[in-house]
């Protein structure tokens, strides 16, 4: 017998009609829309913070890239700064500034280049914009040959134990990062601006014509570190800076009002300057007062794909929107490149 105790819930223990007992409780679960609309919202959650990651990424790339190519600048532009302010000169007959651009790869051998055997730094003209075209051309727009301008004199201040006359020069050369100039190096091979300065006693040795034969080099092998052969042909310890893929130079003088007019490039067709005289010669021969420095140094990710599009393993292909290796490899440089300029007051005196 069911006896209810007070407090005590009442439970109807008859069966409903149809003689089947009701689930205890019933069992919840999504539908198939349902569960559609929750994994596009997530795709669309997953694509945006995708996103977000992505752009910060990028953002922090081009942040990485400019500070290095900016810092790596710095250091060059102050370097040829300091070299070019303390720049001497002396009206005997010789040489003691030059510049030249070298746009033929056959004249590359005696200055430790490593030629690449597919499409490398095109010579002729698509490398060779010495002077812009335009009534107002810059020298950030000029490309200066396969290896730049190579820019030699004498200068001072660069020895710790004195200020004596010294050999110095600025140019470029592709070469193993490190080892041998060969093409068995395992090392990265890269464009580098590199920095040679003669010892004070074999500059005075070798004097001060910086056309002189004893600062020449026969040889694809670089010379030893501050020996005069290092002007034309710099030793591996020489580098400056790394990435480097242009480095040009403008020779400036002034006119009777203060105003500047360049004197090296003339034109296009301009690819040398030989200083033998302060200001009575021509133009070809005037020792500068103020030089425009111009230097393209490439991003890390940047100089990565050049050289793989440098190396001949095939891996990369030139689009079709390019016609040729030549503007293929400028719109990659172009693109993953920077270009610093500075220009810089030369005041050449007598030592």
């Known amino acids: 017998m069911f006896r209810h105790r007070p407090g005590a819930a009442v439970y109807d223990r008859r069966i409903p009609d149809g003689g089947h007992r009701p ?21 669309v959650l997953a694509g945006l913070m995708l996103a977000v990651v992505a752009g910060t990424l990028n953002l922090w790339h081009r942040t990485q890239d400019s500070f290095s190519t900016a810092t790596e600048a710095k250091l060059v532009l102050d370097l ?13 007959g010789t040489t003691w500034l030059a510049v030249d651009v070298m746009n033929n790869p056959g004249s590359l051998a005696s200055h430790g280049w490593l030629v690449p055997p597919a499409a490398g730094k095109p010579a002729g003209a698509e490398s060779q914009r010495l002077v812009p075209d335009g009534a107002a051309p810059s020298i950030t727009d000029a490309r200066f040959g396969l290896s730049g301008a190579w820019l030699r004199f004498l200068t001072t201040n660069v020895e710790s134990g004195g200020s004596l006359p010294v050999a110095v020069s600025y140019q470029i050369a592709r070469r193993p990062l490190s080892g041998a ?58 580098a400056l800076a790394t990435n480097v893929v242009d480095f040009g130079a403008w020779l400036q003088v002034r006119d009777a009002n203060g105003g500047l ?19 009575g010669a021509t133009d070809a021969n005037r ?16 100089a990565t794909l050049l050289a793989e599009m440098e190396n001949g393993s095939g891996h990369l292909v030139r689009p079709p929107a390019y016609a040729t290796d ?22 050449g005196r007598a030592p």
């Open 287 to 302: 020792f500068p007062e103020v030089v425009d420095v111009m230097v393209r140094i490439m991003t890390e990710q940047g």
């Open 23 to 43: 689930p205890l409780h019933e069992s919840a679960a999504f539908t198939l829309l349902e569960l559609l609309v929750a994994a596009t919202i997530t795709l």
């Open 261 to 279: 007019r360049r004197i090296f490039p003339a034109d296009n067709s301009d690819t040398t300057h030989a200083a033998r005289d302060p200001g």
């Open 181 to 238: 100039v060969s093409a068995s190096s395992a090392a990265d091979v890269r464009y580098s601006l590199f920095r040679s300065a003669v010892s004070t006693d074999k500059s005075f040795a070798s004097g001060n014509d910086v056309l002189a034969a004893g600062y020449g080099s026969a040889t694809v092998n670089p010379g030893a570190s501050r020996s005069p052969p290092t002007l034309t042909n710099p030793s591996s310890s020489d």
């Open 326 to 347: 030549a503007a293929w490899w400028w719109a990659v440089v172009e693109a993953n490149s920077r270009v610093y300029v500075r220009r810089v007051e030369v005041k």
């Open 80 to 92: 040829v700064e300091r070299d070019l302010q303390a720049a001497v000169f002396r009206q005997d």
